[in-house]
């Protein structure tokens, strides 16, 4: 396993579409491990592929040490709505709010090929809508907004 070099918001990389996984094979499971290896060296709540330099449709979240991997990931359904401070490895020291849906339904992949849906919210919904995101270039920064009178968390 291997820390890899998260790539700043300042890097049109960051930007790029990620395609979808196609194989599942000894080098996804190494990308992955690499993933969290730089995730919890800095004790991060998610991470996408594209943040460390790999156009692949995966994401992994660490939420109150719940520990998931997503792969090809396609949110289903969505519900609610919430409004966090959010921040992101790839724009360090900046928080701000974000409107999310309270809760979302997402169908994904496990690193072996494994399909599954998971249904969460609030901040682990928070988290993979964020990572999800990322998968198609868009940040967080994006998406900043006042959060209506008295809805702030
Ligand atoms: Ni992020």
Redesign the pocket.
């Known amino acids: 396993m291997a820390i890899r070099e998260i790539v700043p918001y300042t890097d049109k990389f960051i930007r790029k579409q990620s395609k979808p996984v196609t194989v599942f094979d000894d080098k996804l499971a190494e990308l992955l491990d690499d993933m969290w290896e730089t995730l919890l060296s800095v004790n991060g709540a998610?991470?996408?592929a594209v943040?460390v330099g790999v156009l692949k449709r995966a994401f992994i979240i660490n939420i109150n040490n719940m520990k998931m991997e997503f792969i090809n990931p396609v949110i289903i359904k969505k519900s609610g709505e919430q409004y966090k401070q959010e921040g992101?490895?790839?724009?360090p020291n900046t928080y701000n709010y974000v409107k999310r849906p309270q809760t979302v339904t997402i169908v994904a992949y496990d690193r072996y090929g494994n399909k599954f849906t998971f249904t969460c919210e609030d901040w682990t919904a928070v988290c993979v809508s964020?990572?999800y995101d990322?998968l198609d270039g868009i940040?967080?920064t994006d998406k900043i907004c006042v959060p209506p009178k008295g809805k702030a968390e």
């Open positions: 998610g991470l996408s943040q992101c490895l790839s724009v964020h990572e990322h940040l967080f």
